[in-house]
Protein backbone atom coordinates (compact mmCIF):
# COMPACT_ATOMS: atom_id res chain seq x y z
CA UNK A 1 0.00 0.00 0.00
CA UNK A 2 2.85 1.79 0.87
CA UNK A 3 4.53 1.99 -2.47
CA UNK A 4 0.95 2.33 -4.06
CA UNK A 5 0.67 6.06 -2.51
CA UNK A 6 3.97 6.93 -3.63
CA UNK A 7 3.74 6.10 -7.15
CA UNK A 8 0.87 8.30 -7.40
CA UNK A 9 2.55 10.94 -5.22
CA UNK A 10 5.05 10.91 -8.49
CA UNK A 11 2.80 10.31 -11.41
CA UNK A 12 0.14 13.29 -10.55
CA UNK A 13 2.94 16.02 -11.20
CA UNK A 14 2.88 14.79 -14.75
CA UNK A 15 -1.16 14.43 -14.96
CA UNK A 16 -1.07 17.95 -13.88
CA UNK A 17 1.76 18.96 -16.55
CA UNK A 18 -0.08 17.55 -19.62
CA UNK A 19 -3.80 18.77 -18.73
CA UNK A 20 -1.89 22.42 -18.44
CA UNK A 21 -0.22 21.43 -21.86
CA UNK A 22 -3.60 20.43 -23.25
CA UNK A 23 -5.33 23.33 -21.98
CA UNK A 24 -2.92 25.64 -24.26
CA UNK A 25 -3.45 23.73 -27.28
CA UNK A 26 -4.62 25.98 -30.09
CA UNK A 27 -6.40 23.59 -32.68
CA UNK A 28 -6.48 25.40 -36.02
CA UNK A 29 -8.31 22.90 -38.15
CA UNK A 30 -10.26 24.57 -40.23
CA UNK A 31 -10.71 27.81 -42.66
CA UNK A 32 -12.22 29.80 -39.66
CA UNK A 33 -9.17 29.44 -37.80
CA UNK A 34 -7.57 32.53 -39.29
CA UNK A 35 -9.81 34.86 -37.47
CA UNK A 36 -8.92 33.16 -33.83
CA UNK A 37 -8.23 35.82 -31.42
CA UNK A 38 -4.81 33.87 -31.21
CA UNK A 39 -4.15 34.18 -34.52
CA UNK A 40 -5.08 37.93 -35.31
CA UNK A 41 -2.86 39.09 -32.49
CA UNK A 42 0.23 37.21 -33.28
CA UNK A 43 -0.09 38.71 -36.78
CA UNK A 44 -0.89 42.43 -35.56
CA UNK A 45 1.97 41.98 -33.25
CA UNK A 46 4.55 40.27 -35.49
CA UNK A 47 4.76 44.44 -36.80
CA UNK A 48 6.83 45.11 -34.07
CA UNK A 49 9.73 42.51 -35.06
CA UNK A 50 12.44 43.18 -37.98
CA UNK A 51 14.77 40.77 -39.33
CA UNK A 52 18.54 40.68 -38.28
CA UNK A 53 20.93 41.00 -41.22
CA UNK A 54 20.14 41.80 -44.86
CA UNK A 55 19.06 38.41 -45.67
CA UNK A 56 15.79 36.72 -44.68
CA UNK A 57 15.38 32.68 -45.49
CA UNK A 58 11.56 32.27 -45.90
CA UNK A 59 11.03 28.60 -44.78
CA UNK A 60 7.95 26.26 -44.69
CA UNK A 61 6.60 25.09 -41.20
CA UNK A 62 6.22 21.38 -39.88
CA UNK A 63 3.88 19.73 -38.14
CA UNK A 64 6.34 19.09 -35.16
CA UNK A 65 6.68 22.13 -32.47
CA UNK A 66 8.90 24.14 -32.13
CA UNK A 67 9.98 23.62 -35.45
CA UNK A 68 13.75 23.17 -35.34
CA UNK A 69 12.92 19.82 -33.68
CA UNK A 70 11.67 18.52 -36.48
CA UNK A 71 13.65 16.32 -39.05
CA UNK A 72 12.94 18.92 -42.10
CA UNK A 73 14.00 21.87 -39.71
CA UNK A 74 17.32 20.32 -38.80
CA UNK A 75 18.29 19.79 -42.30
CA UNK A 76 17.40 23.64 -43.14
CA UNK A 77 19.44 24.51 -39.97
CA UNK A 78 22.68 23.06 -41.33
CA UNK A 79 22.69 25.77 -44.44
CA UNK A 80 20.76 28.79 -42.70
CA UNK A 81 23.18 29.21 -39.64
CA UNK A 82 24.31 32.84 -39.42
CA UNK A 83 20.83 33.87 -41.37
CA UNK A 84 17.32 35.35 -40.34
CA UNK A 85 14.95 32.52 -40.74
CA UNK A 86 11.08 32.92 -40.68
CA UNK A 87 8.65 29.93 -41.04
CA UNK A 88 5.19 30.26 -43.25
CA UNK A 89 2.64 29.11 -41.40
CA UNK A 90 -1.04 29.54 -41.44
CA UNK A 91 -3.35 30.83 -39.36
CA UNK A 92 -0.19 32.85 -37.71
CA UNK A 93 1.24 33.78 -41.31
CA UNK A 94 4.97 34.09 -40.03
CA UNK A 95 7.11 33.48 -37.24
CA UNK A 96 10.02 34.47 -36.73
CA UNK A 97 12.95 31.46 -35.99
CA UNK A 98 13.79 33.31 -32.02
CA UNK A 99 10.14 33.20 -31.73
CA UNK A 100 9.17 29.20 -32.32
CA UNK A 101 9.37 28.31 -28.61
CA UNK A 102 6.14 31.06 -27.77
CA UNK A 103 3.06 30.66 -27.10
CA UNK A 104 0.88 30.34 -29.67
CA UNK A 105 3.11 29.59 -32.39
CA UNK A 106 4.56 26.48 -30.09
CA UNK A 107 1.03 25.24 -29.09
CA UNK A 108 -0.92 25.05 -32.40
CA UNK A 109 -2.28 22.72 -34.15
CA UNK A 110 -3.10 22.53 -38.08
CA UNK A 111 -2.27 19.75 -40.71
CA UNK A 112 0.33 21.02 -42.88
CA UNK A 113 -0.02 20.24 -46.94
CA UNK A 114 0.83 23.17 -48.35
CA UNK A 115 -1.79 23.64 -50.15
CA UNK A 116 -3.79 26.68 -49.34
CA UNK A 117 -6.91 28.82 -49.26
CA UNK A 118 -6.94 32.25 -51.34
CA UNK A 119 -7.42 33.43 -47.70
CA UNK A 120 -4.77 31.58 -46.56
CA UNK A 121 -1.85 32.86 -49.28
CA UNK A 122 -3.41 36.41 -48.66
CA UNK A 123 -3.20 36.62 -45.37
CA UNK A 124 0.52 34.82 -45.35
CA UNK A 125 1.76 36.77 -48.33
CA UNK A 126 0.94 40.25 -46.20
CA UNK A 127 2.43 39.41 -42.92
CA UNK A 128 5.95 38.32 -45.01
CA UNK A 129 6.03 41.02 -46.71
CA UNK A 130 5.78 43.74 -43.71
CA UNK A 131 8.46 41.81 -41.93
CA UNK A 132 10.73 41.43 -44.86
CA UNK A 133 10.77 45.44 -45.69
CA UNK A 134 12.46 45.43 -48.53
CA UNK A 135 15.55 43.34 -47.45
CA UNK A 136 16.75 40.44 -49.55
CA UNK A 137 14.58 37.20 -49.27
CA UNK A 138 16.19 33.30 -50.46
CA UNK A 139 12.64 31.64 -50.02
CA UNK A 140 13.35 27.98 -49.62
CA UNK A 141 9.45 27.15 -50.41
CA UNK A 142 7.05 25.07 -52.49
CA UNK A 143 3.18 24.84 -53.04
CA UNK A 144 0.97 27.32 -50.68
CA UNK A 145 3.80 28.86 -49.11
CA UNK A 146 5.39 29.97 -52.61
CA UNK A 147 2.57 31.52 -54.17
CA UNK A 148 2.58 33.65 -51.06
CA UNK A 149 5.88 34.37 -51.71
CA UNK A 150 5.63 35.75 -55.37
CA UNK A 151 2.26 36.87 -54.65
CA UNK A 152 3.59 39.34 -52.21
CA UNK A 153 7.33 39.69 -52.42
CA UNK A 154 8.73 42.16 -55.53
CA UNK A 155 11.82 39.87 -55.67
CA UNK A 156 13.45 36.85 -54.16
CA UNK A 157 15.38 33.80 -55.32
CA UNK A 158 13.79 30.66 -54.93
CA UNK A 159 16.05 27.31 -54.32
CA UNK A 160 13.21 24.47 -53.72
CA UNK A 161 13.20 21.81 -56.39
CA UNK A 162 10.19 19.51 -57.17
CA UNK A 163 8.35 20.60 -54.15
CA UNK A 164 10.53 18.87 -52.35
CA UNK A 165 12.21 21.55 -49.76
CA UNK A 166 14.69 18.54 -48.02
CA UNK A 167 15.77 16.57 -51.29
CA UNK A 168 19.53 16.64 -52.13
CA UNK A 169 18.55 19.34 -54.87
CA UNK A 170 16.76 21.81 -52.93
CA UNK A 171 19.28 21.65 -50.42
CA UNK A 172 22.43 22.33 -52.53
CA UNK A 173 20.68 24.94 -54.79
CA UNK A 174 19.99 26.68 -50.69
CA UNK A 175 23.50 26.14 -49.79
CA UNK A 176 24.95 27.89 -53.07
CA UNK A 177 22.55 31.00 -53.03
CA UNK A 178 23.31 31.38 -49.00
CA UNK A 179 27.59 31.41 -49.95
CA UNK A 180 26.57 34.85 -52.05
CA UNK A 181 25.81 36.62 -48.75
CA UNK A 182 27.42 37.07 -45.24
CA UNK A 183 26.35 35.39 -42.44
CA UNK A 184 25.45 37.12 -38.94
CA UNK A 185 25.73 35.65 -35.25
CA UNK A 186 22.34 37.24 -33.79
CA UNK A 187 22.50 38.14 -30.07
CA UNK A 188 21.00 36.02 -27.53
CA UNK A 189 19.80 39.58 -25.86
CA UNK A 190 18.38 40.86 -29.65
CA UNK A 191 16.35 37.12 -29.56
CA UNK A 192 15.01 38.05 -26.36
CA UNK A 193 14.10 41.47 -27.31
CA UNK A 194 11.92 39.98 -30.00
CA UNK A 195 9.72 37.81 -27.24
CA UNK A 196 9.71 40.74 -25.28
CA UNK A 197 8.20 43.40 -28.14
CA UNK A 198 5.72 40.37 -29.64
CA UNK A 199 4.98 40.11 -25.33
CA UNK A 200 4.40 43.67 -24.48
CA UNK A 201 3.13 45.04 -28.08
CA UNK A 202 5.71 47.51 -28.29
CA UNK A 203 9.45 48.18 -29.83
CA UNK A 204 10.11 50.26 -26.58
CA UNK A 205 10.00 46.24 -25.07
CA UNK A 206 13.77 46.20 -25.90
CA UNK A 207 14.33 47.89 -22.54
CA UNK A 208 13.10 44.51 -20.37
CA UNK A 209 16.62 43.31 -21.95
CA UNK A 210 19.46 46.24 -21.52
CA UNK A 211 22.42 46.10 -22.75
CA UNK A 212 24.96 44.24 -20.17
CA UNK A 213 21.97 42.03 -19.24
CA UNK A 214 23.07 38.13 -18.06
CA UNK A 215 20.65 35.27 -18.86
CA UNK A 216 20.93 32.87 -16.51
CA UNK A 217 19.59 29.20 -16.21
CA UNK A 218 19.20 26.04 -18.86
CA UNK A 219 15.42 26.16 -19.38
CA UNK A 220 13.55 29.04 -17.81
CA UNK A 221 15.95 31.86 -18.32
CA UNK A 222 16.41 35.09 -15.84
CA UNK A 223 17.68 38.26 -16.72
CA UNK A 224 19.77 39.68 -14.50
CA UNK A 225 20.90 43.13 -14.87
CA UNK A 226 22.79 44.90 -12.33
CA UNK A 227 23.10 41.95 -9.94
CA UNK A 228 18.85 42.40 -9.88
CA UNK A 229 16.69 40.05 -11.45
CA UNK A 230 14.51 41.31 -14.28
CA UNK A 231 12.16 39.04 -15.35
CA UNK A 232 12.19 35.29 -16.30
CA UNK A 233 11.75 33.52 -19.50
CA UNK A 234 9.37 30.44 -18.96
CA UNK A 235 10.54 27.59 -20.95
CA UNK A 236 6.47 25.88 -20.87
CA UNK A 237 5.07 29.21 -22.58
CA UNK A 238 8.40 31.14 -23.94
CA UNK A 239 7.04 34.24 -22.68
CA UNK A 240 8.35 36.45 -19.54
CA UNK A 241 6.91 36.98 -15.85
CA UNK A 242 8.60 40.07 -14.42
CA UNK A 243 10.54 40.96 -11.28
CA UNK A 244 9.90 43.91 -9.57
CA UNK A 245 13.01 45.65 -11.56
CA UNK A 246 10.68 44.58 -14.93
CA UNK A 247 8.05 46.04 -13.84
CA UNK A 248 9.80 49.50 -12.99
CA UNK A 249 10.77 49.50 -16.41
CA UNK A 250 7.10 48.51 -17.98
CA UNK A 251 5.47 51.76 -16.07
CA UNK A 252 8.23 53.88 -17.62
CA UNK A 253 7.54 52.57 -20.80
CA UNK A 254 3.30 52.58 -20.20
CA UNK A 255 2.48 49.16 -21.19
CA UNK A 256 0.24 47.33 -19.02
CA UNK A 257 -0.38 49.46 -16.05
CA UNK A 258 -3.01 49.48 -13.28
CA UNK A 259 -3.42 52.13 -10.90
CA UNK A 260 -4.40 51.79 -7.08
CA UNK A 261 -4.72 54.26 -4.51
CA UNK A 262 -4.54 52.29 -1.26
CA UNK A 263 -1.86 50.41 0.25
CA UNK A 264 -1.33 46.55 -1.01
CA UNK A 265 -1.15 44.01 1.76
CA UNK A 266 -2.30 40.60 -0.02
CA UNK A 267 -1.13 39.13 -3.04
CA UNK A 268 -4.54 39.57 -4.68
CA UNK A 269 -5.67 42.70 -5.96
CA UNK A 270 -9.53 42.71 -6.22
CA UNK A 271 -11.52 44.87 -8.98
CA UNK A 272 -13.06 47.39 -6.50
CA UNK A 273 -9.32 48.53 -5.47
CA UNK A 274 -8.68 49.60 -9.55
CA UNK A 275 -8.71 53.35 -10.19
CA UNK A 276 -6.98 53.01 -13.77
CA UNK A 277 -5.77 50.07 -15.58
CA UNK A 278 -4.40 50.02 -19.37
CA UNK A 279 -7.17 49.31 -21.80
CA UNK A 280 -5.17 47.00 -23.73
CA UNK A 281 -4.79 44.48 -20.69
CA UNK A 282 -6.06 41.04 -21.38
CA UNK A 283 -6.64 37.95 -18.99
CA UNK A 284 -3.18 36.39 -18.50
CA UNK A 285 -1.28 39.41 -19.15
CA UNK A 286 2.17 40.22 -17.07
CA UNK A 287 1.14 43.58 -15.55
CA UNK A 288 2.48 46.09 -12.88
CA UNK A 289 0.38 47.76 -10.28
CA UNK A 290 1.64 51.69 -8.66
CA UNK A 291 0.44 53.83 -6.52
CA UNK A 292 1.39 57.48 -6.36
CA UNK A 293 3.37 56.55 -9.63
CA UNK A 294 6.00 54.14 -7.53
CA UNK A 295 5.62 50.80 -8.12
CA UNK A 296 3.66 48.50 -5.61
CA UNK A 297 3.60 45.08 -7.11
CA UNK A 298 4.19 43.21 -10.77
CA UNK A 299 1.27 39.98 -11.32
CA UNK A 300 -0.89 38.61 -13.76
CA UNK A 301 -3.86 39.80 -14.61
CA UNK A 302 -7.05 37.78 -14.34
CA UNK A 303 -9.68 40.25 -15.95
CA UNK A 304 -9.47 42.55 -18.85
CA UNK A 305 -8.27 46.36 -18.33
CA UNK A 306 -11.54 47.40 -19.30
CA UNK A 307 -13.35 44.94 -16.97
CA UNK A 308 -11.01 46.09 -13.78
CA UNK A 309 -12.42 49.27 -14.02
CA UNK A 310 -16.24 48.48 -14.31
CA UNK A 311 -16.50 45.32 -12.02
CA UNK A 312 -17.36 45.73 -8.45
CA UNK A 313 -16.22 42.20 -7.44
CA UNK A 314 -13.65 39.76 -8.33
CA UNK A 315 -9.79 39.35 -8.58
CA UNK A 316 -8.39 41.46 -11.05
CA UNK A 317 -4.73 40.70 -10.07
CA UNK A 318 -3.31 37.83 -8.86
CA UNK A 319 0.43 39.55 -7.41
CA UNK A 320 3.88 37.38 -7.98
CA UNK A 321 6.00 40.21 -5.98
CA UNK A 322 5.29 43.59 -4.27
CA UNK A 323 6.81 45.88 -1.74
CA UNK A 324 5.93 44.65 1.50
CA UNK A 325 4.30 47.80 3.87
CA UNK A 326 6.79 48.94 6.04
CA UNK A 327 3.26 49.80 8.78
Same mark, same amino acid.
Given at each position: ?7 ? &? ?9 ? $? ?114 ? $? ?13 ? $? ?8 ? $? ?58 ? &? ?106
Amino acid at each position: MKKFFLAI &RFIIPFIKIKN $EELSMKVLCTIDESLHRPEARRWRERMAHLQPRGEVVVVLPCSMKKPYSQSKSHQIFRRATKGFQEVILTSPFGICPREMEQTYPIQSYDVSTTGDWSREEIEVTGKSLKGYVNGR $EVVAHVAGGYRKACE $EYLEHAVYTC $EDGRPTSKESMENLKMELKKHHRVKIKSLEKLRSIARYQFNTRKADSLIPEGAMIKGRFN &RRIIHEKEQVAVLHFETGLFSLNLKGGSILRDIGKNVIEIDFDLKTNTLFAPGVVDADPDILPRDEVVIFRDNDVVAVGRAVLAGEEMKRADKGVAVKIRHRYKSST
